[in-house]
C-alpha cells in the first residue's frame, strides 16, 4: 500500500529502486508493506498508550493524592505505584511492562484488580453499543442518501429538506440529545403511571435501569448524534450522486436492469472507509454516552481512570480504544482491498 | 384508538417529544367530605365577609400576628385572639418547661457518670431545683453551699413569698423573688423574659481559675407558662365559636369532637406505647385526607374565597398545628420518638429554621424537645436556634443544652470531611 | 419448610436501592477515602464500640471493658456470639490483628491514626483483648469505633490493597456483600432472617440531579444528600420523608495567607466588605449565616461577634491604607491590577453558581477574579498538598464533636489557607484537653473571635441538609453522620 501507480517488477520500478542486476530472492510483494504496517500499528498503539501517560503525569495531582492522610502514606504507596519516579522514568517503565504484556492492577479505580479484567468487562459493555451504533448511523445515512440522491437526481422536491432536517437533528451534541430523550420518556412514562394509563415499564426509569431501551438510545447517540448522521449522510449522498452519474449505472439503468445492487457493491468501499473513520469518533462518543447513561462502559470507566490518575487503567483502556480504532482502519482496508481489484493492481 | 382515549396517548407523545416537567400528581379523591364541609375553615373560605368581621373584633393586627404564629404581638390584640395568644404561649412555654427540666436532669446525671460535677458548683442545687419544679414541692433539701443553700432551702416557689433581705441582693434571691412575683401577677412577664437571658448565677471553674462558668434559670419557662395560663384565664372566653376554631389545631365541626372527625377521615391515632413508625403512619393518613380535600377546595368557584385558602394557606396551616399538637402530647405521654415523628412531618422545609404560618415556636420547642430526649442533643440546638431572635430568653436553655452536648463529646475525637 | 418460609420472608422483606456519586472503590475499612466508603463499611463491618440510637457510646463486638484504675490499660471481652460472616467465630486474635494492620506503616491504612492513642493490643484470653494507651484515657470506648477485620483472611498484617478480601469482603456487621454488579452497583443482602430489609443495593449515579428524579420515579428508596434547592420539591411529595443528616457543615472562602495580597490583612477585610454574602446565598437554597467557623446553633458559636456585611466605604478605605488606587474601575497596586482566581472543587454543589455571582459582586467592586474548579486529584494536589491557591470556595462537614483543630492550628493537616496565632493555638489546646465543657466551650468560643478577627477565611453559611427517604422504608433512624449505623431498625415491605 505505498500508493504508487507503477506496477511492482517493471523496468522503471526496479531502476528506480536500484535493484536492476542485484535479484538473487525477490521479497514479496506483501512484505514490506506488511511489517510497516504492523510497525505502524503498534507504534500508533503505544504512543497512544504513554500519551495518556504523560497527560495524566503533568495533570495536578496523582493517586496518593486523593487519600485522606495522603502526606502520611505518600513515602510508601508512591514508592509502590512507581510515582516517586520522574515522568520519563515512568514512561521507560510503562514500555518495558507492555512489551512484557504486563498491564497491571488498578490503583484507585478498582484496587488490586487486574486492568485486563477491567478492560475486557469495560469493552463488552461499550462494543454492544458501539458496533450497533455504528451500524445503524451507517444504515441510516445510507437510506436517507439513497432518498436524497434520488430526489437531487431526479428533480424532485424533498432532498435538500430531508438533508436541512438531518443536519438539524444530528447537530445535537450527545450530551444534549441524552438529557432531552432520558428527562421526556421518563417524563411522559411517569405521567402514564400516575394516572393509570400504563404500568410501570421494564425499563423505567432510565438510565438507572439496565434496558433494551436504554441500549437502543444508547445506540442511536453513538451512531446518529453530534454531527456523525451529518457526515456520513454528505459523504455517502455525494458518492450516491457521483455512482447514479456514472455510465455504468445509466447503461444498467437503460438496459432496464435494476440499479440498486450495483449502486450497493459500489458503495461499499465507500460505507467501509466510513465505518474506519468514524469508529475514532464514535468511541470518543461513548465517553459522553456511557455518562449520561450510566452505562458501565469503557469511556464512562476510562473518564474515571483519568479523574482518579488511575494510571495503568488509563493505560489499558486507552490501549483498548486505540486498538480498536486501529483493528478498524486495518480490517476495512483489508475488504476494500479485497473488493476493490483496482486497489490490489496499485499495490 | 378509541376517541375518548387519543387525547391521552397524544398527551404522552407530546411529553416525550416535548420533554416538559409531566411529574406525576397524586391522583384526586372524589368529594368533599360531607364532615370537613362542617368545619371552620369550610365556614371561613364560603363567607370571607364573616372572616373579615370576626378578625376586625378583636384587632386585624392581633388576628394577623396569630396567623404569623407571633404570639406576643397577638397578646396585643382584644379579646378572643389574646386569650388564644396566651393559651399558645402557655403550650409554648410548658413544652420549654419540661425541655429545661430533661435537660437539668439529664445534666446533673452525665456529671455524674463521670465522677461528679465539679467541686463547689452550685449545679447540683440548679439540677435538684428543676427536678422538683420549685413549686408545689418546694427546693432540695440538706444543700450544703453556704451562699444558695439557705436559699434554696427557703425557696417556697408560692406566690407572695418574702425573702429575708440578706438574700435580695444575691443575683439568685433577686431572680427567684421575680419568679414569685411573676406568678403571683405583680411583675411584668418581660421582666423575666428580658432577665432569662442572664445567668442565675456565675461561679469559678476550678480547673481554670479565672474562668466562670454562667448557669442559667432552671424554672425560666415554668414561671412563664403559669404566667400565661393566668393570663388567659383572665380573659372572658369569646362567644362566637369562630373566635376560638380560627387558625387553630381544630377542625370545628359542630357537635363533633376532633377524635371523631379523624375517625371520619380514617386517621386513627396509635394507642399509648406505640412505635413511632405508627405515628408516621398516622400522619400519613392525616396527609392523605387533607390533601385529597385541598385538592378539591381549590376548586371552588368565588375568586375571594380561593384566594384566602391560598394565601393564609389555610389547611396547611391546619395540618402543621395539628401535628403540633399531637407532638405536644406525644411528649407528654413520655413518646419522644413519636414526637419527633410528628415534629419532623410538621416542618415546613421551605422556610426550616424561621417562625412561619407554618412553623410555630410550639413545633420547634417540641422538635427540640423530642430531639433532646431521643438522644440527638446537637440537633436539638439547631431547633431552638429558630426561637432564637423572637424569644431571647430561649438562651437559658440554648446554653444549659449547649453544655450537655459539649460534656457528653468531651474528650471524643472528632470526625471532619470535605464537600 | 422452614426454609421456604424463610426465604419468602426475605424476599418480601424488599431491596433498599441507595445512591452515591461514586461508587465505593474499595470495601476495606482499613482504606476507606470518602463518605460513600463509610456508609457501606457501616453496613458490613462491626466495631468494638458505637452508638446506640441514642447517641450513647455501647459495645457492640464488645461484651463488657474494664479500665485499669491508673486508665492506661482496658481489657475488652468480646461477645461469646459474634460471627463473621462466614460463620466463625469474632476473636481477640481478629482486635489484634486490626489494630496492629492499622499502625502498620506498609500497610499505609487511611485510618492509621484512629489507632494512635494505641500503644499494643494483645489477646488476654479467650475471649479478651488487653489494650494499652499511650495516656490515660478517660473514655476510652469513645474511641474504640473503628471497624474490624478477621485476621484469618489476610497472610500477615501488612495488608495491601491489592489482597483479595477486596473481592469478598467478610465483616460481622448486619450485611454481607452479595456480589459487585457490572453496573458498579453493589448488592447487599441481610445476615438474619429476621431483618427488615433483606437487600440493600447501592447505585453508583453520578448526576445528583438524576438522585432525586429517581427517588420521585421510585426507582431508588433513599438518597443520602438532598441538593437544597430540591427539598421543597421533595417535602412537597407525600412519598418521601426528609431527615435532617450531617447539618454541621460550612461554606467558606479561603484566603491563601502565603500569598500577597492576602497576607495582608487590610486587602482580606476589604475584600470582605465588597461582598454581599446574602446575595451569594439567596440563589442556592436557604440556610444561616455565619461569622465563625461553627454553625449557629454550635455550642461554640460566639454570637457576639457579628456577621460580615457589605460595606463599599469600609472596603475602598481599606484598600487605600493597603496601598491601592482606583484606575479605571479596578484596585491597582503598582501599576497591576489586582486579579485574583478563586478556586472550588467541581463537586461542590451548586460552587458554580456561587463563584460566577462573586465574580460578578467582585468585578463590580473594582477586583478582577478567575474561577477555576478542580476534579479531586487536582484538589488534593494544589489545595491540601502545594497550597497553591489565591482563595478557595468550599465546605467543611463535621460530626456532632464539631472538632476544628485541624483547620486552625498552626500545624493542622486541614489549615490550607497557612493560618497561625500562636493564641488560637493555645485555645485550641486548651479545648482539646478541657475535662469542663465550661472550659472547652469559652476556649473555642474565643477562638471564634479571635479567628473571624484574623480573617483567614471569610465564613459564608450553613445551608439545610437533608437525607430523603421513601416511606415505603419504616423505622428509620438515621444516624447524623454515618447514616447507616441504625439500619438494623429499618423495614422494607
New interface residues.
Partial sequence: MTGSRVPAGSETEEARLGLAGSRSAPLPSWVVPTVAGFGSFTLRLLGAALLVQLLIAL?????V?????????RP??AA?WGLDRPVSERLWLTLGRLARGELG?SL??????PVTELVV?GAR?SAAVLIPGLLTGLVAALVTALWTSKRVVSGRPGGPELTGFLRSLSVVPAFLAAF??V??????A????????IGRPEW??L????SGLRSALAVLLVGVASAGLTEQHAALHAALRELRAAPFIEATFARGAAVWPHLLLNLLPVLLELAASRSASAIAGLLVVE?ML???GAGAMLW?AC???DVPLAIGLTLAAALAVTTARLVADLLRLWLDPRLRSVL | MGRSTWW?RA???L?????????????RSSGVDATLAMGWIMRVVQAPDTFSTTVDRGGRDAWIAFHRNDFLGATTGDGAVARRAWGELAVFYDVLADLSRVTWVRLGDTWAARGGPPRGSVLPLLVGWAQNDGEARGAATGVDDPVAGPLMNAWSGRPAWDPPETFRTLPLGQRMLLHAQIRAGGADLQALRSAGGQPIHVEVVAEKPGLNRALFDPLLYLTLKLRADAEAAAITPPVDPLETQLFSAGFGVPAQDDTSVLAALGVALPAAGAPAESCRNAARSLDTALDGWRAELGSLGDPASRALLDELRLVEGLRARLLTRWAVSALDADQPACALAYAELALDHEHPREVTPINSPTLFAALASARMRTGNVRLALDALEALASSFPEVLALDETLGDLSVLQNLGKSGDSREN | MWILISTLTMVLAGNLRYAED?AP??VNPL?G?SMAEARINELLFQSLYADDPELATIPLLAESGELSPDRTEMTVTLRSDARWHDGTLVTPADVVFTIRAMKE??T?S?E??RVAFISEAVEAGERSVKLRFGRAELRPEDKLTFKILPAARFKSTTV????AF??APIGSGPYKLLKYN???SISLSATTTSAGVAQITM????DKN?QA??L??E??EALVRVLPRDLPLLQNNRKVELYPYQTNSWWYLGYNLKREPFDNPEVRAALGMMIDIDALLAPIGTGDRLSGPFVRSSPFYNHEVALDKKNSAGAAERMLQAGYTLEGGLWTKGGRPLTLKVTAHQALESAQDVAINLQSQLLSAGVKVQVEF?????????V??AREFDLLLSQWSFDRNEDVREQFYSKG?RNFVSYSNPAVDVLLDEARDAADPQVRKLALRKAHQAIHDDRPMLFLWTLDSFAALSTRVKNVLVHPFYFFSFVSTWEMK
Fill in positions: 495533570a495536578p495531582g496523582d493517586a493524592d486523593l487519600l485522606p492522610n495522603a502526606d502520611q502514606l510508601v504507596l509502590e492492577t484507585t479505580y478498582r484496587p488490586g484488580t468487562q459493555h432531552l430523550l428527562g421526556g420518556f421518563n417524563a411522559a411517569w405521567w402514564g403511571i400516575e394516572h393509570g394509563l423505567f426509569a438510565p438507572d435501569t439496565d455518562r450510566l452505562i458501565n474515571q479523574l482518579l490518575r | 391521552r398527551a404522552v407523545l411529553c416525550a417529544l416535548g420533554s416538559f416537567s409531566c411529574d406525576g400528581q397524586e391522583a | 461514586q472503590a474499595i482504606f477515602s506503616a506498609a499505609a487511611t492509621a491514626g495491601k490493597r491489592t489482597d477486596r473481592t457490572e453496573d458498579n447505585r453508583e449515579v453520578s438524576y428524579k429517581l420521585l420515579y426507582s431508588l478542580l476534579q479531586d486529584a487536582a484538589w488534593k494536589s494544589r491540601w498538598s493537616s
